[in-house]
Structures are given as structure tokens and as C-alpha cells.
């Protein structure tokens, strides 16, 4: 059974600061991971989409890797903003149609 | 172009009670799918659907109900609320590869 996790479940850091958040998977027979961001209260909108094929891609300030032969995906965010302060969850597709979540990382980012 | 909406925003129900959660989309897409979101344990997916008369079960499906009769629109039933069932609910749709949610119904069952 697929399992997703995400380490750290908390962060803080100073504004401007680049960090690295972090996403695992058990089964590495996945078609594709997907980052989204949550505000409290809100949806989830998507950041980045990395198919199996492809090892990582880029929008802005944000960078994600795929690493499917051990299991990991990376999201790297540059010079971190306080607009940047929400949860970020990845998301596993698997076969049948279903998408497995990871519990999230919530970040603070203080100015 | 509203993409995906839910109604209501909010709910609460008494224990046993029925209602349905309502979910549409314009943007055409054959799969739909409802979560729930609960504390520490990210989301996890009810039901969906892969085209309008489709449905199948996810991970929780017990005490939801959903039916799929047109493109647009994918229902979720509560059959007799309980208290955990106190979530919040997000409705989902996939165009391609990306998924694209809904605002959530954020549910109190007492």
C-alpha cells in the first residue's frame, strides 16, 4: 500500500531564507507528484506537477525534484517570503485513478 | 470561468441526520473526485468518478454515498451523519495530468 510522507510537519524560518521541503513514497510505481499549496481556510492550489518521466521542474522561486527510484521528491522554495507562509502538500498518483496525500508541511515564514 | 464550487461553505448537522454536499465544474473534465480533510492526516480520498454514470469507492468510503449524472455535477450523500464525519470535504476534478479543488464545505456533525 502506497504511504506518503512529509518531513518536516512544521517549519520556521527568517524571511529570505531558502529552504527544502520534503516528500516520500513507498512504492515507487507512480505516474506522476504534484506540490499544492494550502492557505488556512482555502483549497488547495497546484505549484508544480512532475510527471514520471521528468526529474524535476520550475516555476519562479520554487523548484521540484523527482527521485523515483528512492522514493523522494524535494520542494525547493528561494529567498522565502512571508506570502509564502502556508502548508504545502505533495501528492502521489497511482493506478486506478486515486492520489495519495502526504499530511503536509506547514511554514511560517517570519519577516 | 468559476472552475470547481462546493456548497454550502459550512454545516452542521445532528447525529443521524442526511444531507448532500454539492459539487459542479465548467471546465469539462470527465474525473471527479471527493476528499476529506482531517488533522494531521492529510487528504483522503471517498469517492470518484471517471465519467458521467462511473463511480467507484477510495479509501473511506463508508457512510457516502455519490452518484454521477451529468459532467458537470458529482454529490456527495451523507446517509446518517456522525460525529466522525466532522471534516472538511474538498471536491476535485483532473484535466490531464493536474488536479484542480474545489473551496471545501467545512462539516460539523454533533
Known amino acids: 500500500k502506497q504511504e506518503v510522507t512529509q518531513i518536516p510537519a512544521a517549519l520556521s524560518v527568517p524571511e529570505g531564507e531558502n529552504l527544502v521541503l520534503n516528500c516520500s513514497f513507498t512504492?515507487?510505481?507512480?505516474?506522476?507528484l504534484q506540490w499544492f499549496r494550502q492557505d488556512p481556510g482555502k483549497g488547495l492550489t497546484s505549484l508544480l506537477l512532475?510527471?514520471?518521466?521528468?526529474r524535476e521542474q520550475t516555476s519562479g522561486r520554487l523548484n521540484a525534484s523527482l527521485d523515483k527510484s528512492s522514493g523522494r521528491s524535494t520542494l525547493y522554495i528561494a529567498a522565502s517570503q512571508p506570502g509564502d507562509s502556508a502548508t504545502y502538500l505533495c501528492a502521489v498518483y497511482t493506478g486506478g485513478f486515486k492520489t495519495i496525500f502526504g499530511a503536509g508541511t506547514r511554514l511560517f515564514v517570519k519577516a | 470561468n468559476a472552475g470547481v464550487t462546493q456548497t454550502p461553505k459550512f454545516q452542521v448537522l445532528k447525529t443521524g441526520q442526511s444531507m448532500t454536499l454539492q459539487c459542479a465544474q465548467d471546465m469539462n473534465h470527465e474525473y471527479m473526485s471527493w476528499y476529506r480533510q482531517d488533522p494531521g492526516m492529510g487528504l483522503r480520498l471517498i469517492h470518484y468518478s471517471v465519467g458521467a454514470g462511473i463511480t467507484d469507492q477510495g479509501e473511506v468510503p463508508n457512510g457516502y454515498n455519490v452518484s454521477r449524472s451529468t459532467t458537470e455535477d458529482f454529490p456527495l450523500r451523507l446517509l446518517s451523519a456522525a460525529p466522525s464525519q466532522t471534516s472538511v470535504y474538498f471536491c476535485a476534478t483532473r484535466g490531464g495530468f493536474e488536479q484542480y479543488f474545489g473551496p471545501g464545505t467545512r462539516l460539523t456533525v454533533t
Open positions: 512532475i510527471q514520471s518521466s521528468q
Open positions: 512504492d515507487s510505481a507512480i505516474y506522476n
